[in-house]
């Protein structure tokens, strides 16, 4: 055994995290789908307290620096890839080549034709910072169940998994990829030797890729898994074929297994914070204190009124620019999510406030102008409107910026 391999039990992950966690309903929010960890809202970041403090006082450029301080700070997290299969396979060569080290390295996992791997051993890789490899003993060599194996293993401890097969996708392979989706935890299959494959078929290379992969996928679905990530890799090319496509694969997941949990319970008491805010300007807009809360001459100027709510909440378009520019991309990607640019483009959007403040509407507004009461209720219902469209554009940009702090757009 090589000095850097350590082979250990593993160590608690987040030990600092509470035992009892705040879990939300589901969201409408189209985060990617992944187990990831849950962490209760006393245990987020501190710095994402003042992003709720920005989105309160309607500085949303401020918050998008929040936010990049909360993920990074998230990305810290550790997380364990457990990587399994039959031994022989070729799992510590790929934990090598992931890592994109050479087997003769001292840092590297012990390979072999003998069974090399007897106890699990953690690695980590400048690749991926904070992220534990553990290269386990390969299933196979001994009479053990798949049961007993993922027992031992402590498979519940782990966040993702890579099942490495290569020649055949055996009912190891199989067994092991119904007992992790049964977990609801994400994992990949990896097909290594490739290169063996390639050097000794008569099929041609597109040809055999496909062979390979719907061998995988058929027998995957036999016992209902799918829709799983499969790779296929040579070990002593860690950057050709499928290579490049797994570590993208693997630094989106990794995001979303760190991210996804925080930044939803984060969302939810943004969406609170929101809905506050449009219940105090719903009593003001009752009051009959708009004008002057506002800060417009007229009140009944629909245009101004708009532009205001827009800053209130920000969302104007000087902070759309700067929040744009803080994600490091153009004010169109923000501009594009939201209804309320002006007021014309807002009455095209929505039926409810068109109809509001229709020509018919606008003259019986008029002709009943001695009637306080009715124009009062009147304009009561087209300023909640209005205001509970630029909140729901709020709630969009806010979630543009959660997911592209995640996921960067690419321009
Ligand atoms: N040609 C080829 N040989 C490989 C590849 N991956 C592993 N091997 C060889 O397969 C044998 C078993 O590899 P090892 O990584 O120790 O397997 P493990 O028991 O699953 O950890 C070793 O002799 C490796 O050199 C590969 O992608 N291509
Ligand atoms: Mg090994």
Redesign the pocket.
Known sequence: MKPSHKSCEAAPLLPKMPETSTHYAPLNLSFPSVPSYQIGCSSLPEISRSTERALKEGKLPELVYGIKETVATLSQIPVSIFVT?????????????LRIIG?EEDAS?????V???QTRAEYSSSHFPNVVLW?L??LG?TAQTVENYIEEMKFSTCHLFII?A?EQFSSNHVKLAKIIQSMGKRFYVIW?????DLSTSVLSEVRLIQNIQENIRENLQKVGVKEVPIFL?????PLLHDFPELRKTLRTDLSNIRCCEPLRTLYVIYEKIIGDKVANWNQIIANGRLKNSLGVRDDDDMGECLKRYRLIFGIDDESLQQIAHGMGTVVMEYKANIKSQDFHTLRRADWKLRLMTCAPVNAVFRLFKFLPCLCHCLKRMRHKRMLLLVAEDTKNILKKILMDAIAPPQI
Request: hydrophobic letters at 30%; a negative charge; zero cysteines.
């Open positions: 299969g039959d031994s022989g396979n070729g799992m510590s060569s790929f934990i090598n080549a087997h996992a012990p390979t072999g034709v069974r090399t791997t290269d003993p390969g060599a490495v290569s290594t030797k490739l290169d063996r890799v040579s070990n002593l090319d």
